[in-house]
């Protein structure tokens, strides 16, 4: 099933729910509802926009059940660890230990240099995201939010963008600059100046970092970002 999904009244009125616990799934069930894709309970972005899926707290063996149909046999959902194993017939291919970072007085400013990024340049971005891996980037990635790019001589050359929109607060994520220009401070600026972005539309910037990747933490530290809770992601495969 592929459509609108909301669930925001139920979900937002919990005592104590935060959507910054389970941002895919406040995306899906709110802004980025005309991605998502649901059987049942589970959801999932459709794959050419991005591979993060999202199940319910908890998940009981019928949420399960639907994640499987969702994925198809053995197919792969993206998800943030929400048990600490699958239940039997599932397999882990990825465990991957991360930070998730709030606004915590980030100097904002726009850069005459970070220009809007457009379908038009998909190839380009792709190209530059397998060059420097700075995590999963689609062909409709684009769609998510806004995308703003640093060129020299026409060629890009740095470029970050918006994922996951949910109430309140917008993703930094996809920020990633040519290994012949790193140290030149081009994502500290791609940062401020989508951070700027974000605040001019009244919500709170929010990022996510392998936990492993100090370099990068310790960056969008100095940036005014901190850390507010360690996540987990997990690809598991359906059984086949």
């Not at 935060?18 to 459709?46: C, I, K, M, Q, S």
């Not at 792969?76 to 194993?85: E, G, I, R, S, W």
């Not at 990825?94 to 904002?108: K, Y």
């Not at 995308?147 to 026409?154: M, N, P, S, T």
Request: overall charge negative; aromatic content about 4%.
């Amino acid at each position: 099933m592929v459509g609108n999904v909301d669930e925001s009244a139920s979900g937002t009125e919990r005592s104590g729910y935060t959507p910054l616990d389970h941002p895919a799934r406040a995306a899906l069930t709110g802004p980025h509802a005309r991605f998502a894709e649901r059987v049942g309970t589970a959801l999932r972005y459709h794959p050419d926009v991005c591979p993060m899926a999202a199940l319910p707290d908890d998940p009981t063996a019928d949420d399960w059940a639907d994640a499987a149909r969702l994925a198809g046999p053995g197919g792969a959902l993206f998800v943030p660890v929400v048990a600490d194993t699958p239940p039997p017939g599932w397999k882990t291919r990825m465990h991957l230990p991360g930070v998730q970072m709030i606004d915590a007085g980030v100097s904002a400013e726009p850069d005459d240099d970070a220009v809007p990024l457009t379908a038009a340049d998909v190839p380009e971005m792709t190209d530059l995201v397998r060059r420097t891996r700075p995590g999963p980037f689609r062909p409709r990635t684009i769609e998510m939010g806004t995308y703003l790019g640093i060129r020299r001589g026409g060629r890009l050359i740095a470029m970050g963008g918006e994922r996951l929109v949910i109430p309140g607060y917008t993703e930094i994520s996809a920020v990633c600059t040519d290994p012949d220009h790193r140290g030149e401070g081009l994502a500290s600026r791609l940062v401020l100046a989508l951070a700027h972005g974000i605040r001019q539309r009244g919500a709170t910037p929010i990022l996510h970092a392998d936990a492993t990747n100090v370099n990068a933490i310790r960056l969008y530290g100095q940036l005014g970002f901190e850390i507010r809770k360690e996540v987990l992601f997990q690809v598991v495969l359906a059984p086949s």
